[in-house]
């Protein structure tokens, strides 16, 4: 029997209270309005007072309006019919198709038994040296793009997409602007993948709070693949505004906000989305890819700051390249030592030079005379700025190792490398 | 008794109650046909909140709530080592075989096997005197004589009353009956249980940590020391290596007993110890690595209560080890999260909150939590330690805050990580001028001062480049500059991922420490600055390479000689500063 209540108590920002018995926590009620109905979850039970939490938000909702609980949590559809369609935050079809009732499982469930977990054992290739050399992607990885709004992060993650040998794809956008959903779209169609992708698509224009529900959403789906054998790619853009939207709801109840204005439980929130990427024992996996844009490029905000404490990992976009610096591949020790014998020494080794070279960098510009060693640091830094760090770059690792050992080659003496001479032995080139 | 759910926000719920109810008392919610593990952390009038240690997810208002009169309390006994558990102790792998791949919520399963039988040998006969925490008999637990003792809440002193023959039991066998004071008798198994937030202190005296734990890490070993029974606390950004770092501890470490608290942080990382370790042998022991560990595993997305629990279970585990007059070694990942689980309950609370919405008590939390680690004389006379060492992991990177500064207040060595240096893949990235030890190290303490007054003088004239340039800087100050470079690549710096440099040997540490003393001391001749760099690359190299090698392998030796060849080219004698030395 559902319950239906016609008297709200309290409407303050996306947040309304009810009187009502028998209510579950977490339990999900419709909230009919004017404007049309909307969701609503409940956040806190007190007696019979009952919060929840509006996902079209607050506007327009008036006292006399009917509140119905359904009586149970958030579910989603899971099947096959999922495969091309295309969703709202709130798994409605957004694409004129039909709507999906068969076989419905919660959302937001319980987290995986660690030792049904095992070690990720897969590299993604990608292509781009800054990724496959030095910061390796690995299948099950939970790793963001950090940056500032305006850099091509949605290119970059559509691009990865691509490339990566996944079984499908699920794409979770929240607070998505219209001309990126098009340009996913658009690309994952080209890419002949959109047969095999789920959009749960929330943009700029729909009300904040329904992006609340966008990765649990893409994520319960995902998770019911990789158990059915399936190795499955979610992309979440934008976290942040994810992160925003709890902000707002945290604030509506009053919570003591920990660091600027965000919930206290910033982290655990973050912690139990991107904690399902996973490589079950015997069976398919999760690989999560998101973006984290960071309010006025700073690295030490509580969404990227939180974030980085979380994922396995990130890389930093910065000019329209994935800086060596702040971007860290914590899985790719599971792989590089099974690539090529030279692979961690470069990945380490080209990145202190790199260091060495920003140093030099700084040094001239402040008009200093530059020694020998500088100089040969500023023509390397440039060679690699170039030949490595340049998005344009397409090259498979292997090719990425050789350029690596050319351009020490141009610039170096062996010893200055730092290198181990095995190392140097085996893949020193000649200079010409 | 009646007790009713009136209220639920997050993981707190408010629960009426008739009759009595006491602090840190477990209760169940029982919701949906299941049983929900629950602790109370506060009470007012006949309302009691307690945090839940699972997802409350459908709990409604109205529902029963049972309370059990016991606090949250470990299961201690024979069958601990090896065991990978969550925050309250349900050990995961049986777990997994039962639920499959997700942690279902309201299956509570026994910490130890019930059925497994035990080789036990008495170790005193009926009419001894003992007290909590003596000795009765022991069984054989993988490499130790696990002591089966006198209970620890159990008062003066006992009296043995009956103890059985050598055998085969359980551990739900009865091995012993003793007789207390008042002349109440109490069956003893080889099991009882402990609540986890009150230390074990069924010893005859705390001493003085003075011996150093080896890590066989060069930077800790010999600059900032770690000592038996004694603290330590890693703080650093995300990604500056504190988990990297503790997991090459837990494997190298020269300890009895490692117990590793994976407190909120990535499953994936406890994955990799828990994967691992069984197939690592420990070369002193011969035996794999996983039978002297003990896992407790409370990773970011369970339960955020149970996260609050885990590093009491787990240093209440480590006390237990302890009392056999082993030396344990605890490490927390990460004790921020755990802070911060303190401070999602002190919200939902609606306590007043301190600095960064951190609760108030948090300072005092730390500092007891620290409190735990400890030497100790039992009254056997055996000597048994705790040692803790905690990862920080401070918002935005910065030491200014909450957490790290109540740890810093009470640990005794301080290993902060630094971004610059992990950004320049210096690992371990420990900052060799910022971090501290009150411990004593591996060697003498006039050598490691000065290869410190090199890092020092060094750092120095590095800023003063900076301003000054190359060409403003004497050649003096760049060999000075040079040789804190040196001492940094080739010491401070080591590569976790080689197989030879990952672990480096105390014997091994003071030997190659005294060829770089030579290098830091000697007075070198060079013509210019571009010489003096040259040369120091060769050496640099070389150094490189020898780490690399078996300790007096063959190459290793040819090596060494190489090395002091260059520097018998390049050395006209002593530095005036280091002629003290000897
Ligand atoms: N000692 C080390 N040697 C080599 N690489 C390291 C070392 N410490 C850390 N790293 C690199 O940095 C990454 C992050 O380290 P981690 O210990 O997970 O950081 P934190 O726990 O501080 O966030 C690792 O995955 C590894 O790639
Ligand atoms: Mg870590």
């Known amino acids: 029997m559902q319950k239906v209540y016609s008297k709200i108590e309290s409407i303050s920002g996306n947040v309304i209270t009810v009187t009502a018995a028998g209510v579950r926590y977490k339990e999900l009620a419709v909230v009919g309005t004017r404007y049309g109905s909307s969701l609503a979850e409940v956040i806190r039970l007190k007696r019979d007072e009952v919060a929840l939490q509006v996902f079209n938000g607050g506007r327009g909702v008036s006292t006399g309006d009917e509140v119905r609980f359904l009586g149970e949590p958030m579910k989603v559809s899971f099947s096959d019919n999922l495969l091309g369609r295309i969703f709202d935050g709130s798994g409605r079809p957004r694409d004129g198709g039909p709507e999906l009732t068969d076989s419905m ?328 | 008794m009646i007790n009713k759910v009136i209220g639920v926000s997050g993981n707190m719920v408010s629960v009426e109650f008739t009759g009595e109810a006491s602090m840190n008392e477990v209760c169940y919610i029982i919701t949906g046909g299941k049983k929900l593990k629950s602790e109370v952390i506060r009470i007012k009038g006949n309302v009691a909140d307690v945090q839940v240690f699972e997802m409350t997810t459908g709990i409604g208002v109205g529902e029963t709530v049972e309370f059990t009169g016991e606090l949250l309390s470990v299961q201690l006994g024979p069958g601990l080592l090896g065991q990978v558990y969550d925050g309250l102790q349900n050990p995961l792998p049986k777990l997994a075989a039962e639920c499959g791949f997700f942690l279902d919520r309201g299956v509570y399963l026994s910490a130890l096997d019930e059925t497994k039988v035990w080789k036990f040998t008495p170790s005193v006969e009926a009419g001894a005197k003992v007290e909590a925490g003596e000795q009765i008999g022991f069984v054989r637990e993988g490499i130790f004589n696990h002591w089966i003792m006198v209970p620890f809440h159990l008062d003066g002193v006992l009296t043995v009353k009956r103890i059985v023959a050598a055998g085969d039991y359980t551990i739900k066998d009865i091995v012993a009956e003793v007789e207390d004071e008042k002349g109440d008798l109490h069956p003893l198994t080889m099991v009882f249980n402990w609540p986890v937030k009150r230390a074990i202190k069924s010893y005859a005296e705390r001493l003085k940590p003075s011996e150093t734990l080896i890590t066989k890490l060069r930077i800790i070993d010999t600059f900032i020391p770690v000592a038996k029974g004694g603290t330590y606390c890693i703080p650093g950004p995300f990604g500056a290596g504190k988990t990297v770092l503790q997991q090459v501890t837990s494997r190298n470490a020269e300890v009895d007993v490692v117990i590793v608290a994976a407190c909120g942080e990535r499953a994936g990382e406890v994955v990799e110890t828990l994967k691992e370790f069984p197939e690592l042998i420990d070369p002193k022991t011969g035996r794999s690595l996983m039978e002297r560990t003990i896992i407790i595993c409370n990773t970011s997305s369970m339960p955020v209560a149970a996260r609050e629990a885990s590093v009491y279970t787990a240093v209440t585990m480590a006390e237990y080890y302890r009392q056999m007059g082993l030396n344990v070694l605890l490490l927390a990942d990460s004790t921020s999260r755990w802070a911060q689980a303190m401070r999602e309950m002190s919200g939902r609370l609606e306590e007043i909150p301190g600095e960064e919405a951190f609760p108030a008590y948090l300072e005092s939390l730390i500092a007891g939590f620290y409190e735990r680690a400890g ?186 000689i190489t090395i002091s060849q260059l520097l018998a080219d390049k050395k006209i004698g002593v530095e005036a500063d280091a002629e003290f030395l000897g």
């Open chain 1, 105 to 432: 499982i919660e959302i937001g469930g319980p987290s995986v038994n660690p030792a049904k977990r095992i070690i990720p054992r897969r590299m993604v290739r990608t292509g781009i040296p800054m990724i496959d050399l030095f910061n390796t992607l690995v299948e099950s990885q939970k790793l963001p793009i950090f940056s500032v709004s305006g850099e091509p992060y949605n290119e970059l993650l559509a691009r990865i997409a691509l490339q990566a040998e996944v079984d499908l794809i699920i794409l979770g956008g929240m607070g998505l602007k219209y001309d990126d959903y098009l340009f996913f779209k658009e690309t994952l169609e080209k890419g002949g993948v959109l047969s095999r992708t789920v959009f749960f698509v929330h943009t700029a224009s729909d009300p904040v709070v329904e992006s609340l529900l966008v990765p649990d959403i893409a994520l319960a789906v995902a998770e019911n693949f990789a158990i059915h054998g399936k190795r499955v790619l979610v992309l979440l853009t934008d976290m942040t505004n994810f992160a925003d939207a709890m902000k707002e709801i945290a604030i509506t109840m009053e919570q003591v906000p920990s660091n600027r204005g965000y919930p206290g439980d910033l982290y655990t929130q973050l912690a139990s989305r991107y904690e399902k990427a996973v490589d079950f024992d015997g069976s398919g996996s999760i690989t999560i890819l998101g973006v984290t844009t960071m309010p006025g490029d700073d690295v030490t905000h509580p969404v990227p700051d939180n974030t980085g404490y979380i994922t396995e990992g990130q890389f930093y976009l910065r000019n329209g390249r994935i800086e060596p610096f702040g971007s860290l591949s914590r899985l790719k020790q599971q792989v590089n030592g099974d690539t090529r014998p030279d692979h961690r020494a470069m990945m380490d080794g080209m990145i202190k030079l790199y260091a060495a070279y920003k140093e030099s960098l700084e040094k001239k510009s402040m008009g200093f005379k530059m020694s020998t060693w500088d100089e040969k640091l500023l023509t390397y830094g440039d060679m690699f700025e170039r030949e490595m760090m340049d998005l344009s770059v397409n090259i498979p690792l292997e090719s990425a190792l050789d350029k690596g050992w050319e351009i020490l080659a141009s610039c170096f003496e062996p010893e200055e490398t730092g290198l181990k001479s095995e190392l140097i032995a085996e893949y020193w080139l000649n200079k010409v």
């Open chain 2, 375 to 560: 030497i100790v004389r039992l009254k056997s006379g055996a000597i048994g330690s705790v040692t803790i060492g905690g990862t920080v992991s401070p918002a935005g990177g910065n030491f200014e805050e909450p957490v790290t500064q109540a740890t810093l207040k009470v640990v005794g060595a301080f290993h902060g990580l630094s971004r610059q240096r992990s950004d320049a893949r210096k690992y371990p990235a420990i900052h060799p001028l910022e971090s501290w030890s009150k411990y004593k190290g591996i060697i003498d303490e006039q050598k490691t001062d000065y290869g410190r007054s090199i890092l020092f003088k060094g750092d120095e004239v590095d800023q003063m480049m900076k301003v000054v340039g190359e060409e403003g800087t004497s050649l003096d100050d760049y060999i000075i500059y040079l040789k804190s470079d040196f001492l940094d690549f080739v010491y401070i710096q080591q590569n976790s991922f080689d197989p030879v440099d990952n672990a480096v040997e105390p014997e091994r540490q003071q030997y190659t420490y005294d060829i770089i003393m030579d290098i830091l001391t000697a007075k070198l001749n060079f013509a210019s600055k571009e010489e003096a760099r040259s040369w120091f690359n060769k050496v640099r190299q070389n150094f490189l390479d020898y780490n690399g090698k078996k300790w007096k392998s063959d190459e290793f030796n040819k090596l060494e």
